[in-house]
């Protein structure tokens, strides 16, 4: 049931030409900042895999020129225009950025004899591009330390494209990151990462044609590369403000911003260069306080007092702040500025909502009609190109108050299907609600036509007119947005109701990242997929002793529940594996037949049995789960 895309509507067209008429586009200055210490872009701007697979293509947004048609938010267009933006600059003598070859940045700090990176990108191929191509114009520098500013993919996916495992080991290369970087770091990309990556694929529109009717950048960065993730852990961590590091002549003093952007997340100033790097924490956008593939809220309250404690402690002594996204600002007084602004804006949010939530506003009303002071409405660094307004506020309330918004009619709601079926009848079934929801379309309203089809495709699931609009519907909402993964999402949708689901092609919880898990950490993994009601009757006990690190745990799983202990047992398990902390990270990948133990050289003793009947009640997740319809 493939359709082409269509026009925007009328509705949408007069919207666009209000934003033109209403926002500041006279105003140049983030253009410039972008083109700001260009030295070279990268010829093609392509970055393909060993095997040929393209996994990077800057090249596919070369449409993003002139005035923005009507099936594109023209604030989101500009924003485009921006981030698309490829090449190599320098941001001051000695600090250069490789921009538009990944979501995020990747840094070189030039230092007595080599270079400083901070923060690969996501995939090794478009790290070891970017690097080639600082190479190319700044000579062949070593690796010689690598920074990662927070525990997110995009800024440390690609460090096996900078250097290796061996250079760190030998203590050639330190790796800095902030405390709790590791763990937060694997975990976020294990424990629900399947159902993440499914929800990134939409997010940042994995499966989109790119063009004026399709994907034209997720407003943090394009698209996030498809290449190969990989992790080194960090040998140093950062626990303290203030606590300043020298790694091959470059001092770095580093400011602590947990729970901020990411739950580990550090500023770096480097004072010898009057630079400071605000990682993700002040960025030309408003950020995720929850973002729509799926997190743990945020905190504005501690992000808006990390960015005062960034002006108090370095903005008399910068005068150029650059981050992990985006493109630099220069001057001690536009910094100051900025940070003041990113800061007031994460501040209004937080202090506004629960002003509104203790006046018994709900989540929806308050990500309604709360508005931004003018002051940050025509700050362009304001708009929610990333985050929103709506879904940010819609985060707070639940940050503060749960799923639930107190009204005691929506305590216990069906589920969508059977909500479906029910609205549908009410409504006179379902070919009345496709002529309504028709009606609704004509008129604009394409929030309610999609809400109401919404519904009927949960009833029906194979309603071929319900399937169509609803597609058509989302695809308006998505011409409309000025938020790029908004316009993502409806878009996606759209692709999944026209032409069917496409996957995942994003990797969330890759060999590498895998590798890294803790033994208690893999076995909250395995307990995440105990198919519960399969293994109600089962009760099995497995010890693991790993000799390189002098540990011993017992599992057990009775009562549909995989639970594990280091304290000492008197009794036997029913079979025991004796391996490695290293080998033992990898049955996440071999799995658990003793087969693949015996491979991976793990040695077993004891009733193999259990290892099958556990084997036997795992149920990984769904890669190709559906979103739009049950």
């Known amino acids: 049931m493939t359709t082409s895309s269509r026009a925007a509507e009328p509705a949408i067209a007069r919207q666009q030409a209000r934003l033109r008429e209403r926002l500041p586009f006279a105003d140049r200055q983030d253009f410039e900042d972008a083109t700001r210490g260009l030295i070279a872009r990268r010829v093609p701007g392509a970055v393909t895999a060993e095997d040929g697979r393209v996994v990077w293509d800057g090249d596919s947004y070369s449409f993003l020129a002139g005035e923005a048609p009507d ?29 538009g070859l990944d979501l995020s940045n990747i840094t070189f700090v030039e230092g ?58 030998a203590g050639r290369v330190p ?24 929800r990134a694929a939409y997010m940042y529109g994995a499966a989109l044609a790119r063009g004026p009717q399709g994907a034209v950048g997720a407003g943090l960065g394009q698209t996030t590369s498809t290449g190969t993730v990989t992790l080194i852990p960090p040998t140093l961590d950062v626990t303290t403000t203030g606590q300043e590091e020298t790694v091959d002549g470059v001092r770095m003093v580093f400011q ?12 770096i100033h480097f004072p010898d260069f009057r630079a400071l790097c605000t990682a993700e924490d002040a960025t030309h956008t408003l950020h995720n306080l929850l973002t729509l593939r799926g997190a ?69 009303e308050i990500a309604e009609y709360l508005e931004l ?36 009619a929506h305590l216990w709601q069906h589920p969508p299907v059977e909500a479906g079926k029910r609205y549908v009848e009410f409504m006179g079934g379902a070919d009345a609600v496709v002529d309504k929801a028709r009606g609704s379309f004509e008129e604009g309203d394409f929030r309610w ?39 993502n999402f409806f878009l996606s949708g759209t692709t999944e109701l026209r032409e069917g689901q496409f996957g995942t092609p994003t990797v969330t919880a890759s060999a590498d990242i895998v590798a890294h898990l803790t033994p208690t950490m893999l076995f909250d993994a395995l ?35 995989l639970s594990y202990t280091a304290a000492p047992r008197r009794t036997a398990a029913d079979v025991t594996l004796t391996t490695t902390v290293r080998t033992l990270s990898e049955l996440a990948v071999t799995g658990l037949t003793p087969d693949g133990l015996e491979r991976a050289g793990v040695q077993v003793e004891g009733d193999t049995s259990a290892l099958r009947r556990l084997a036997a009640v795992l149920d990984p997740g769904d890669q190709d789960f559906p979103i739009v319809t049950p």
């Open 449 to 487: 036509a999609a809400e109401v089809l919404s519904h009927l495709l949960f009833a029906q699931p194979d309603h071929a007119g319900a399937r169509v609009l609803l597609a058509d519907t989302l695809e308006q909402l998505g011409y409309g947005a000025e938020n790029g993964t908004w316009r």
């Open 527 to 561: 307990s995440i997929q105990i198919d519960g009601p399969k293994a109600w009757d089962e009760n099995l006990t497995i010890d693991v002793r790993l000799t390189d690190a002098d540990e011993h745990y017992r599992l057990r799983l009775f009562n549909g529940v």
């Open 296 to 364: 743990v809220v945020r905190d504005p309250h501690a992000w808006s007092h990390a960015l005062t404690e960034a002006v108090d402690l370095f903005g008399g002594t910068t005068d150029v702040a650059f981050a992990s996204h985006h493109w630099p600002t220069w001057g001690q007084e536009r910094v100051v500025a900025f940070l003041e602004i990113q800061r007031d804006l994460y501040g209004y949010l937080h202090d506004q909502s629960l002003r509104l939530i203790n006046k018994g506003w709900t989540g929806t």
């Open 175 to 198: 790796v800095i990151a902030p405390e709790g970087f590791t763990e937060h770091a694997v975990a976020e990309n294990v424990y629900a990462g399947t159902a993440m990556g499914r």
């Open 71 to 99: 099936t594109v938010n023209p604030s989101l267009w500009r924003q485009s225009q921006l981030v698309a933006e490829q090449g190599l600059f320098e941001v001051v003598e000695g600090i250069y950025q490789v921009r």
């Open 373 to 408: 002071p003018p002051a940050l409405e025509n700050a362009w660094n304001a708009h929610g190109y990333y985050g929103s307004v709506s879904h940010n506020l819609k985060a707070l309330y639940q940050r503060y108050m749960g799923w639930f918004d107190g009204n005691p």
């Open 256 to 267: 602590m911003a947990p729970n901020t952007e990411a739950p580990a997340e550090i500023l």
């Open 112 to 169: 007595t004899t080599g270079v400083v990176v901070i923060d690969p990108l996501i995939s090794t191929e478009t790290a070891a591009a970017a690097l080639a191509l600082y190479r190319e114009h700044r000579g062949e520098r070593p690796v010689t330390g690598v920074v990662y500013t927070h525990s997110h993919v995009d800024h440390f996916g690609g460090v096996k494209g900078v250097t290796t495992q061996d250079d760190v080991d």
